[in-house]
């Protein structure tokens, strides 16, 4: 089984506009897709980072003297590349989201597909998973959860059976998730909103939007001026945050302008968004939702 098929793999890389002698992140290894396509283009003199939290990433990682592994949560992208005597790079590429690895591997609890153990952890070491998440959030905070992270049109209905289920046993299996939301949603909605539902819960999990946010503020400290950063996101609360964040250099999207209108922002968007082509789509269905923004640090 392929561990996950790289989107926009070299539409990635290109935007990078790999410099031979430049130092580069790879913020989210992976299968090591855009990882490895760096390296084919620096120079003896390049260095690459890559980052990854989960331990079956780390089977990926190049077997490179300019690659070097940060086996951790990008979240801590300046203190690691601090650690390692960077101050400053070239460029940094981040494909949030989840690989086809951990929807496909069962025993993960990604994927409503399988019926497993409530887990989606993408670093195992760490205490919380959806078990907890599921059996011991309270109403409210799950309700939340389910419209905010899942945009859900089921959240309160949903949250309130799980209520009711784990009061008489503890919801232990995606399966037993899946015969909750089955049970309140209309068949022909069951799909879809499985998949709110498990996103939502996922990124609680992994606290993914927090994530991403501490990474977009540290993005300006580690990049050289002119340096670029390559983000493909899969949903539209990731996306929205990023593109809030390269137009206006905050998360609310306000505006702050100089007397001349000049918008004060540390990066500048640069092009428009790339998504896959109809091809792409077709040999990975998962590229469907892909939106990859570029931006340039003043």
């Keep these: 089984m392929t561990y996950h098929t790289t989107v926009l793999l070299h539409e990635g890389v290109d935007a990078l506009e790999v410099v031979p002698a430049g130092i580069y992140v790879d913020a989210t290894l992976g299968a090591g897709g855009h990882s490895k396509e760096i390296l084919n283009r620096l120079g003896p003199d390049g260095r690459l980072f890559g980052f990854d939290q989960d ?44 690989s086809g690895h951990h929807f496909d591997e069962a025993t993960r609890g990604f994927s409503f597909r399988f019926d497993a153990p409530l887990d989606m952890r993408m670093n195992v070491s760490q205490e919380k998973s959806a078990f907890e998440v599921v059996n011991e959030y309270e109403v409210d905070a799950l309700i939340r959860i389910f419209k905010r992270y899942g945009e859900s049109s089921f959240a309160k209905p949903i949250a309130r059976k799980i209520e009711q289920a784990r009061m008489e046993n503890p919801i232990k299996s995606t399966g037993d998730l899946v015969s909750i939301v089955e049970a309140i949603v209309p068949e022909r909605k069951s799909k879809g909103e499985l998949a709110h539902i498990f996103q939502a819960i996922r990124i609680e999990v992994n606290e993914e939007l927090t994530v991403l946010q501490e990474f977009l503020d540290q993005v300006p400290q580690v990049l050289k001026p002119g340096g670029l950063l390559v983000v493909l996101s899969y949903h539209s609360l990731e996306d929205r945050m990023v593109k809030h964040y390269v137009r206006s250099g905050n998360f609310d999207d306000v505006l702050d302008k100089d007397v001349f209108g000049n918008i004060n922002r540390p990066l500048d968007p640069k092009g428009k968004v790339v998504t896959p082509s109809a091809e792409e789509i077709e040999l990975n269905p998962r590229a469907r939702s892909a939106k990859m923004r570029i931006a340039v640090k003043r």
Excluded: H
Excluded at 67 to 72: I, N, Y
Excluded at 75 to 88: E, I
């Design 55 to 98: 331990a079956d990433a780390v089977n990926n990682a190049p077997s490179d003297d300019r690659f070097e592994l940060c086996f951790g949560n990008f979240r801590f992208l300046k203190q690691f590349l601090l650690a390692k005597g960077v101050s400053a790079v070239d460029g940094i590429i981040a494909d949030l989201g989840v």
